[in-house]
């Protein structure tokens, strides 16, 4: 994994409820809050839908 697709490189952590910036090798860069992206299973939210689309199948 080279720099540029570390998801926390670019992380400035403020808080539980504060937004910040994460990177998904798939997806891109996506926005989140600490308290949604350790509750989330899957990370960002295209992901989720992708592994909820690939179960429904």
């Given at each position: 994994?080279n720099?540029a697709t570390?998801?926390y490189q670019?992380v400035?952590y403020?808080?539980?409820?504060?937004?910040?910036?994460i990177?998904?090798p798939?997806?891109?860069?996506?926005?989140?809050?600490s308290?949604?992206?350790?509750?989330s299973?899957?990370g960002g939210?295209?992901?989720?839908?992708n592994?909820?689309?690939?179960?429904?199948?």
């Amino acid at each position: 994994m080279n720099s540029a697709t570390k998801p926390y490189q670019y992380v400035d952590y403020k808080g539980m409820k504060y937004p910040f910036s994460i990177y998904c090798p798939i997806h891109g860069k996506f926005t989140t809050t600490s308290n949604n992206h350790i509750r989330s299973k899957f990370g960002g939210l295209l992901c989720a839908r992708n592994h909820t689309k690939q179960y429904l199948r």
